[in-house]
């Protein structure tokens, strides 16, 4: 119900703006000429100028050049098309090159040659004279009528001149007379929004305020800086090109690359026609064509990106559907309209609880964190994808920093939904066989990159890693293997389900110098608890260390709610493990870092022979 609710709203919405248009868009063009003007307003006042000289200033200063921009681009305009029947024979004669571009001279005169006979032969023959059949009527002839229209009054001659004129000029003055409305009610008018969006919760309200004036400011300008480095060297290469009246076709690209993804093009339609007009050959046509297609690549993929940075926070696509969207709505005006429209739709989004579609839809930044999106990666099998991620994360921070802050809570995540039923043992078994071979693959990625033997090599084994319960401890516990691995400590990890006297054996046989229980909540706290117990029961003297993975609980807290005098040493993290675990198991000190509790009566009778491992240099 809520999503139909939701639909029918932008349903009546999208009605209203389309029906409103007359009356809204110039209140938004009124508003995005205001969001330009008011920083040099401010500016002009903080200079001594009173607010409504500033005010009168800028709004003149502004259309002065707006108009001046259009007589001047209109002029040319009328000039090019005086001068185009000028080049009647370069377009003629490139028009027939294009229609038979490889055609010999001699072939094309014998391709006319026939065509003018075969017109001729397939032409009816003209009747005879008195060749009708005596005895028939002649048939009468179809009187001709006409159909005149009325002479047009002087009013109507009037309106039909001065229509197309009247309209546009009308709604420049509206426009100028709301922008300067606008700039001098411009703190009024900040302060009802403000009222009029926060519900109570100004702080929020003139938050977003702020937000949606930063956004559209930020565009404005840098879109008219990114303009200008478009422009000017576009006028300069015209020039050198040759075509007449360059630098207004680079004052032209400047200001309809306000035009998202089709302004470009449409300004570069005067110069290449006129290229092709004058030019007999082909090498202005090329060269021009060739300037607008480099400029525009390097603008767009340099320089925007250099001065945008992040931008307003609109993805492409939604902004590419936004112009598509305002297009259909207000034609033109609403393509230029279309970046700040959207901008401020985001913002909604952001700031507005029930809106936060708008912000999930519209924004750049992804909505989806990244031990999510590794889950999701992994769900679907896509191992080149998970491996891809894996490698921005680590090459973005550490293999530690990955382990900890993506690849274990994903793993967390599909606990969560195993234990609630909502992952299938075929899925669970994917999202295990995929854990297993990334980290297979970072390992022998790792191995390949490094350059240090110490690394590369087997170290001897000094630790056994211990799964509390199922496969998922298993997994972190491979991650706790490698992380020791690259500082050069031998790991081992042990089967799940593996008895404690089959882990003691182990011990025996690899050397190894202390446990490491792993434990990956929901459900494995007990079961760590457990193990940890057993072990030192059959272990006695040898150093345990229990890890709570991606838990948020205080280590200290857990310590005392899990271990009490079972485990000495509890941490939530593979790094404090790995750092931990190379002061017990690198140092060579005799003193332990983890105290070793006194036995109780149960567990003297328990202990077997096994007493403290002597320590590996």
């Known amino acids: 119900m809520t999503r139909f609710i939701r639909l029918a709203t932008f349903v009546l919405v999208a009605a209203i703006l389309y029906v409103a248009k007359d009356v809204l868009l110039p209140v938004a063009l009124a508003v995005l000429v205001a969001f330009l003007l008011a920083p040099f307003v401010v500016r002009l006042t903080h200079l001594g100028l009173p607010k409504a000289i500033a005010i009168f200033f800028a709004a003149t200063v502004t259309f002065a050049a707006i108009g001046g921009v259009g007589w001047v681009v209109t002029h040319h305009a009328l000039a090019l098309a005086q001068k185009l029947p000028d080049y009647e024979q370069n377009l003629q004669e490139k028009i027939r090159i294009l229609k038979s571009p490889h055609q010999p001279e001699a072939l094309a005169r014998t391709t006319e ?25 002649a048939e009468p002839k179809p009187v001709s009528v006409a159909v005149m229209a009325a002479p047009q009054t002087q009013l109507e001659l009037t309106r039909e001149l001065l229509g197309p004129i009247v309209g546009p000029l009308g709604a ?51 879109q008219l800086v ?77 320089i925007e990106v250099l001065l945008y940075g992040k931008g307003t926070g609109i993805s492409t696509l939604a902004l590419l ?6 297009f259909w709505l207000w034609g033109l005006a609403g393509l230029v309209l279309a970046t700040p429209l959207t901008v401020c739709l985001l913002v909604i989004g ?51 920093a990955f382990f900890d802050n993506v690849f274990v809570p994903a793993l967390l995540l599909s606990e969560i939904d195993r234990h609630q039923g909502d992952l299938p ?11 297993r071979q990334l980290i297979d693959e970072l390992d022998r990625r790792r191995e390949a990159d490094s350059e240090d033997e110490t690394v590369t090599a087997d170290p001897p084994v000094r630790l056994l890693i211990v799964p509390a319960g199922d496969d998922a401890d298993e997994i972190v516990g491979r991650m706790l293997r490698s992380l020791l691995r690259v500082r050069g400590i031998g790991a081992e990890v042990t089967p799940v389900g593996d008895s404690a006297e089959s882990c003691l054996s182990r011990l025996r046989e690899t050397g190894a110098q202390a446990f490491c229980v792993s434990a990956l909540p929901p459900s494995t706290l007990l079961a760590a608890r457990q193990t940890s117990r057993r072990l030192r029961m059959q272990a006695r003297g040898v150093p345990i260390l229990m890890g709570v993975w991606a838990e948020k609980t205080p280590a200290s807290e857990l310590q005392t709610r899990l271990t009490r005098n079972d485990v000495v040493e509890v941490v939530t993290t593979l790094t404090d493990a790995v750092d931990r675990l190379e002061k017990l198991l690198v140092t060579g000190t005799t003193a332990r870092p983890f105290p070793v509790p006194p036995a109780t009566g149960d567990e003297k009778r328990a202990a077997p022979a096994l007493t403290v491992l002597p320590e590996r240099a």
């Open 425 to 435: 043992l075929d899925r669970q078994a994917a999202v295990f066989r995929s854990s």
């Open 350 to 400: 952001k700031y507005v609880p029930s809106l936060r579609f708008l912000s999930m839809v519209l924004g750049s930044e992804s909505t989806v964190d990244p031990p999510t999106r590794f889950y999701q990666r992994m769900l679907a099998e896509d191992t080149d994808h998970v491996v891809n991620l894996a490698s921005e994360q680590v090459e973005k921070s550490s293999l530690a």
């Open 172 to 222: 420049a003055g509206l426009v100028i007379v709301l922008v300067i409305a606008m700039l001098f009610q411009r703190e009024d008018l900040r302060d009802r929004l403000v009222h009029l969006v926060s519900h109570g919760k100004i702080g929020v309200g003139n938050e977003a305020l702020g937000d949606a004036s930063r956004r559209v400011s930020r565009y404005l300008w840098m």
């Open 113 to 137: 040659m026939v065509d003018k006979l075969r017109k001729q032969l397939d032409a009816p023959e003209p009747a005879a004279p008195g060749a009708a059949v005596a005895g028939t009527a």
């Open 321 to 326: 559907v936004g112009a598509v969207f305002w």
């Open 226 to 302: 990114v303009n200008a480095t478009y422009g000017i060297p576009i006028g300069i290469g015209l020039y050198l090109i040759g075509v007449p009246s360059a630098f207004l076709w680079g004052l032209i690209a400047t200001i309809l690359r306000f035009i998202p993804f089709i302004g470009p093009w449409i300004g570069a339609i005067f110069p290449v026609t006129l290229a092709f007009a004058i030019d007999p050959g082909w090498s202005m046509l090329l060269w021009t064509l060739g300037l607008f297609l480099a400029m525009e690549l390097i603008s767009n993929n340099v």
